[in-house]
């Protein structure tokens, strides 16, 4: 195919692309007759912004998702219920909602009231047809004691580039959570595809980016990881455009950029287990929280796309990001240039470390770790990346040196590899203190083009003390009030369906002592 899909037969025999990964689930559940000719919850369930008293329950109404005008103008009504056990029997909580066409006839049902750090499960039901059962995940109280946690992060899911194999991994091991890092969906074709988007052209409209979500959700391992438990959230660029800033992007101008954006939105609050209170107002989102696990670990997590200001030194044929020496750029320099945006920054140096908790954790879309990726002399640095925001990048390491957080720990993605890396305030001199550990998440799908620079970057890189960049995958966190584990969990290969995950490298970083350690 080529082209945007614009009529419902060309969407429906772009879906026939698919195959079995993209199949509608079997319509066998139903509490009576239904006027669905198929299953309305083939794009699954979800829960999702976890806290102690309960967490979001989403699904939508989708019969034919790749059809706009498959279901009528008018909102339909959406039971749910949550209960104690899987078999639905011990209801704790229960009601109805209404799915209106403006919204995609998504829903997304706010769950108060409930036990804090235990399973509950949940289900929808529209017109006689009932939905697969999901299971959430409450948290602990904040400040309560708390000995363990376990979860999981990851982020780059290009549906073309293999399967997602990874979701069902990170399934397996029962996280508490788990935390996506961005690039949830791509908008990009590649050249050798494993499987293919719904078209070959990227989405530009609101019509078009909601037919992109809906073939992502209905790969089954990414089904279930939703259904299994309770899910975190920032985004990257992909969700709207490559390399995008909050004001524009590398291919699309400008002028038309605003309105694609916004449509770019609107779709991902659409297919999300998000709180109602992040959704598009006056063209903007809420996606940045704080979040604590009782006295254990408290995570912020950021959005470095949306607020921050245009990539340093782009040229007016070219605004994406590129490798330039920091000679090169005074921009990686200016203290006016921010990466997170005023009020996100105020509300980083209002709140980060107040809790006292045990590992304070900053969790961002982008690698935070200076990378100098040019050989030989001088300092090579991507400009989107944190490191083309020098002087932002300094006032949040001025900001843990001041509260002299303890035990912080970086989280990030979108560089498609593994990494573990010790942060310092002076990155030149090698005596200098640790102030903070990162670890990178490679990809689900989605490839690094050259990994042999990777490799020779290292040698200039004696901060990073692991990079691998030719495995796709996740890491997986185990942490006790001693020890913050961290295994880099791969896949043998991404372009199969079936394929087995081995623990690639695994990392430990003691309390009170900063930078990751071989364990």
Not at 62 to 71: R, S, T, V
Not at 356 to 380: E, K, P, T, Y
Request: proline share 6%.
């Amino acid at each position: 195919m080529t082209g945007l899909v614009t009529s419902r037969r060309a969407l429906l025999q772009g879906a026939a692309l698919w195959g079995a990964a993209a199949a509608a689930a079997p319509f066998t559940r139903v509490l009576g007759q239904t006027s669905f000719s198929n299953d309305p919850f083939q794009l699954g369930v979800a829960s999702g912004d976890p806290v102690a008293d309960g967490f979001v329950i989403w699904t939508r109404i989708a019969p034919d998702p790749f059809n706009p005008e498959a279901l009528p103008p008018a909102a339909l009504r959406v039971g749910w219920e949550v209960a104690e056990d899987e078999g639905m029997r011990k209801i704790v909580k229960k009601g109805e909602s209404w799915a209106r066409a403006e919204m995609a006839h998504a829903v997304h049902i706010d769950v108060r009231g409930l036990a804090p750090q235990r399973p509950y499960y949940y289900r929808f039901h529209c017109d006689g047809a009932v939905s697969r059962t999901g299971r959430g995940m409450t948290m602990p109280k904040p400040g309560s004691k708390v000995d363990r946690l376990k979860f999981a992060f990851t982020s780059c899911a290009h549906y073309e580039q293999g399967y997602f194999s990874t979701y069902r991994d990170m399934a397996a091991q029962d996280p508490a959570f788990i935390l996506h890092l961005g690039d949830y969906i791509y908008e990009v074709a590649v050249a050798t595809p494993v499987r293919r988007h719904p078209t070959t052209a990227p989405p530009m409209t609101l019509d078009q980016y909601r037919v992109f979500h809906a073939a992502y959700k209905l790969d089954p391992d990414l089904q279930a990881a939703h259904a299994q438990t309770s899910w975190f959230f920032t985004w990257d660029d992909h969700e709207v455009a490559n390399d995008y800033s909050r004001i524009e992007s590398r291919a699309t101008p400008p002028e038309a950029f605003a309105a694609r954006k916004l449509a770019a939105y609107k779709a991902y609050y659409e297919h999300m287990p998000l709180r109602p209170a992040a959704a598009l107002t006056d063209g903007a989102m809420t996606m940045y929280q704080r979040v604590q696990f009782g006295d254990l670990a408290e995570f912020n997590i950021t959005d470095a796309r949306q607020y921050r200001d245009p990539l340093p030194c782009r040229t007016p044929d070219f605004r994406g990001g590129r490798d330039l020496l920091e000679t090169e750029c005074a921009e990686f320099f200016d203290p006016a240039r921010t990466m997170l945006g005023k009020a996100q920054e105020a509300w980083l140096q209002k709140g980060f470390a107040r809790s006292g908790a045990r590992w304070n954790v900053l969790a961002h879309s982008l690698m935070f770790a200076d990378f100098d990726q040019r050989l030989g002399d001088g300092w090579g640095t991507f400009t989107d990346s944190w490191s083309g925001y020098q002087a932002a990048r300094g006032r949040l390491m001025d900001l843990v040196a001041a509260r002299k957080a303890r035990n912080v720990i970086t989280l990030a993605g979108d560089i498609h590899s593994f990494f573990a890396t010790e942060i310092k305030q002076d990155r030149i001199n090698p005596t200098a203190p640790v102030l903070m550990t990162e670890f990178v998440t490679s990809s689900v799908t989605s490839v690094v083009g050259d990994p042999e620079k990777f490799d020779e970057a290292l040698v200039e890189n004696p901060h990073m003390k692991f990079c691998d960049a030719r495995k796709r995958g996740y890491v997986l966190c185990d942490l006790s009030k001693d020890v913050w584990r961290a295994d880099m969990r791969a896949a043998d290969n991404i372009r199969e369906r079936e394929t087995l995950y081995r623990t690639l490298a695994s990392f430990a970083v003691e309390n009170g002592k900063p930078g990751p350690q071989a364990a």
